[in-house]
């Protein structure tokens, strides 16, 4: 994943808004993640860092639109991304059981606030991607899309060793 540093020294005491509209950030780190997906629209980041003593105050928002392929019918789709998030982060103690993207150095406080995108985009992205929520999938036998129609596959009755249940009547 491409790392984005903001050094806090160079922000106002009143803070600054931040723009991140470069589509190789998010490339780069689809490929490094294997995470199948094209832009479909650009992803826009924009970003408002407040910085304070010992960390800064991250209040951002996301928003674009990606290509995804369907989990039940491998059609690509287009999914909307819009996340927002509002964060302190501040510089990892001992007792801190992540790391932090604020880190001190020579020039003062660091932010990767590359870190903070890519989680919140992560969690924006649906845990089943799907073209629609009605997607019927792919025939299993011989892989016909079941969205366009129905397949010349002839349906199976079941496991002829329950057959002779078929015909089962119960009394009441």
């Known amino acids: 994943m491409s790392e984005i540093w903001i050094t806090l020294n160079d922000i106002p005491e009143e803070g600054k808004d931040l723009v991140f ?43 674009g639109a990606i290509t995804l392929i369907c989990d039940r019918c491998t059609a690509d789709y287009k999914q909307n ?16 059981p992540e790391p932090s993207p604020v ?22 992205l649906p845990v089943k991607p799907l073209c629609n929520n009605s997607c019927k999938g792919l025939c299993f036998k011989c892989g016909a899309d079941l969205n366009k129609g129905e397949c010349t596959c002839k349906k199976e009755e079941g496991d002829p060793r329950l057959a002779v249940f078929r015909n089962l009547k119960i009394k009441n």
Do not use: Y
Not at 33 to 62: H, M
Not at 82 to 95: G, I, N, R, W
């Open 81 to 96: 991304i819009s996340t927002e998030f509002e964060e302190f982060e501040q510089v990892a103690t001992a007792e801190d």
């Open 103 to 124: 880190v001190k150095t020579k020039e003062g406080l660091k932010i990767e606030i590359g870190a903070l995108l890519w989680e919140h985009f992560v969690m924006a």
């Open 21 to 63: 509209d470069d589509q190789t950030f998010w490339t780069e780190s689809w490929k490094k993640f294997n995470i199948d997906a094209r832009p479909a629209s650009p992803l826009i980041s924009e970003v408002f860092i407040l910085p304070q003593d010992n960390g800064c105050l991250v209040r951002g928002k996301t928003s």
